[in-house]
Each structure stands twice: as C-alpha cells, then as structure tokens.
C-alpha cells in the first residue's frame, strides 16, 4: 500500500478507512516486558540517545499489538537539556530539572536552544525507525507543547496546581511569553527536524493546558501554540493533544491541528461537535479501562464508536497513556476490538 493510503493517515486527512485506525499514547512503555529489558541495559535518557535501541523500542508494539502507527521513542523534555536547567529522570519520581527557571531573571539568562545540536540522536532514530517499519504503518513524531514544557521548567518536574508556572504567567507577563517564544521556536524546528529525518505525522502534547482557564488559555497559550503549528513543514498532519481539555477545544481548535486529541473525560461526539466535523478527532478511552476484563473493554469500545457514528475522521486512541499497570493481553484485546467492532 503506498504510504499516502494508509489507514491512519487517511483518517488523518478524513478520508473513508476500511476500519477505525488505533494507536496508544505510551504503546512502547513500561507495561511491555520487552521494554524492561531493554530498561535493565540503558538508564532512560541512554535509551532515547541510543537510536538503534530507541528504534527498536518504537518497533516493539507494532507486531505484539496490532496497532495501525508507531510513534517515535523519545521524550518531550530532551530539548529542554541545552538549557542548562539540570534535567534528571530519576527512578520512580519522574522527571527532576534541578535549576528551573521562576523569575523575569531566570528567563533573561536563557539563550535559545540549539535543537540540531542538541538532540540529533532523535533525528537518527527517526530514520531507523522508518527503515525497520518497512512502510508498515506509519511513525509518528512528537514534541511537547509550550505550555506543558513551560510547565516542567519553572515548575522543576511535575505539579499538581502548577502555581510556580501562573506566578511567573500573571506577574511577568513580558517574561512569560519570552520564555513561550524561546520554547515555541524550538518545538518548531524540533518537529521540522523528525519530519525531514521521516516522521508521517506529529502530535503536539499539550498534556496539562487543562489547568487553565480559556481566557488564559487564550492570553497566555494560544498564540506560541499557533505560532508552532503554523512553522511545520506543510502536508504532514499535526495532532493537536491535551487533557482536561473540555472547556478548552474551540480554543485549541483554533490553535491548531489537523486532528484533536480528546481525553476521556468528554463525550467524543459532543466534544467532536464542539471542535466542529472539518477536524478529526484521536480518542477517548480512558487508560483505566484497560486494567478491567476484555468483555468489558469490549463495550467501552462500542459505546466510543457508536459515538464517533462511523464518520471519517475518528483515529481511536485512549484519553491518555497507557499505565504501567496494564496486562498487554488487555492492550492486544482492545486493538482487535477496535478493528473487528468498526470494520465496514
Ligand atoms: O510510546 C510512546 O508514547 C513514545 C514515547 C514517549 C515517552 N514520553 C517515553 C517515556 C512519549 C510520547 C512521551 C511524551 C511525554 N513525556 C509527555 C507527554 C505525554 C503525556 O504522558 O502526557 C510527558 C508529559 C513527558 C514527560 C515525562 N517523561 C514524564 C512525566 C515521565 C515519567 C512518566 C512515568 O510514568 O514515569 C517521562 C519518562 C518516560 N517517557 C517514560 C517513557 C516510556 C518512562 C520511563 C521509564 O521509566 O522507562
């Protein structure tokens, strides 16, 4: 099949598929034992600077699962690393960035990041990853979004209420945004660099914009998010992805995307309305479903395709990715459910 014809692409691009193409957030994770072997060898970041290992951990769910793309094994925090800030994934905590950055000061001593220079393993990666999936199904790129790398770097690793990050957004605005741009540009040339290196598609994580409000999303958010959207080589489809999004879509739709990523706390047709049919949606099952039996996995299957109602334009996928937790048996019984339920 040419490239171009491929299920999830068409989808993509809201053409009629034979079936409703699924991938997973996180498919080549923890959850595979595959992939803990691999883990005993390589601490994480010498696993994503490793391109032969990394190309072969983004191999690993295609055959077991089924699924219809493989996205790129790497990581949204690695073009952060040129910034200085100190960044360390350490067992069991996530990720830590050990100086982040919390004042107009701070974000005055940043100098822009050097992306070609910085994370060329990915680039290579991408281009071993495209010859192993021999034409199979199509890889699939990615970066984190502005807001949610803002987040990581003043926060200095995960949050819950993200309280350094809207100090710095509503006591500094000037600096806030400066951060935004230097961030923004280099999302831009990083995705750029993985489509020229063979990605067929890219996804934008914006994982946690859902603590804002829309006037802020709008103020704060929207136009750095538009601004990476608008700089990406033409012709490759952009998935445009966060959670706790509801009240957010129109916003991000406006933002951005040929595809909206959706998580479970909305109802895929309403929110599908919502961001309006001229857009395709990826979702939304939640990632909890999957640690319940295959019968019921089943029906949560169902009730997410009658909901998409057999438009073009529905790329199945779960709200989030998948848990550690999850059998891989439960993971293989979604994908066929997925393909059996929707094949017309
Ligand atoms: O299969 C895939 O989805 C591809 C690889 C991928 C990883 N990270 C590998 C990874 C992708 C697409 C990401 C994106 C990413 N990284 C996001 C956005 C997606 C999301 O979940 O919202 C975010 C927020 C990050 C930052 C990050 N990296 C966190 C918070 C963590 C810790 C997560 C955890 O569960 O421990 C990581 C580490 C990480 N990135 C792992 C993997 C497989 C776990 C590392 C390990 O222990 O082996």
Redesign the pocket.
């Known amino acids: 099949m040419p490239s171009h014809d491929l299920p999830f692409l068409r989808a993509a691009r809201r053409e009629p598929t034979p079936f409703t193409p699924i991938w997973l ?6 959850y595979l034992a595959d992939y803990r072997a691999v ?1 005993e060898r390589f601490s ?1 970041l010498e696993l994503c600077k490793n391109p032969a290992a990394a190309a072969d951990v983004t191999l690993q769910p295609i055959d077991r699962l089924g699924v219809d793309a493989a ?7 690695l073009i952060i690393e040129p910034l200085g800030v100190g960044l360390e ?1 350490s ?1 069991g905590e ?2 830590v960035i050990h100086r982040p950055v919390r004042t107009g000061a701070d974000v005055a001593k940043l100098e822009p990041i050097d992306v070609e220079a910085a994370v060329p393993f990915v680039f290579e990666t991408v281009q071993l990853a495209r010859r192993g999936l021999g034409g199979r199904v199509p890889l699939i790129g ?1 970066a ?1 979004a502005p807001f ?1 790398l803002a987040s990581y770097v003043v926060e200095g690793g ?1 949050s819950r209420d993200y309280l350094h990050t809207k100090r710095l957004m509503y006591d500094d605005p000037e600096a806030w945004h400066r951060l935004m741009e230097i961030l923004a540009t280099a999302v831009a040339r990083y995705l750029n660099g993985q489509i020229t290196a063979g990605v067929q598609a890219v996804q934008l ?1 914006d ?1 946690w914009v859902g603590t804002l409000s829309p006037d802020d999303y709008r103020a704060f958010v929207l136009p750095h998010t538009r601004a990476v959207i608008q700089a990406l080589s033409p012709g490759v489809p952009v998935i445009h992805f966060g ?1 706790g999004t509801a009240a957010l879509l129109p916003d991000m739709r406006r933002a951005g995307g040929d595809v909206i990523g959706l998580d479970w706390r909305v109802e895929l047709d309403r929110a599908w309305a919502s961001v309006g049919h001229d857009v395709a949606v990826q979702g939304n099952l939640d990632p909890a479903v999957l640690l319940a039996s295959p019968a019921i996995i089943r029906q949560h299957v169902k009730t997410i395709l009658q909901r998409a109602g057999g438009r073009p334009g529905h790329i199945f996928n779960l709200g ?2 998948v848990l ?1 937790q999850t059998p891989v048996d439960h993971v293989r019984a979604l994908v066929d459910a997925v393909h059996e339920l929707s094949s017309r």
Request: net charge positive.
């Open positions: 957030m996180r498919q080549a994770g923890r883990r994480f996205i790129l094994f790497a990581d949204i925090l994934f067992r996530g990720p990615f984190g949610t995960s994580f994982s959670t989030h990715g550690p």
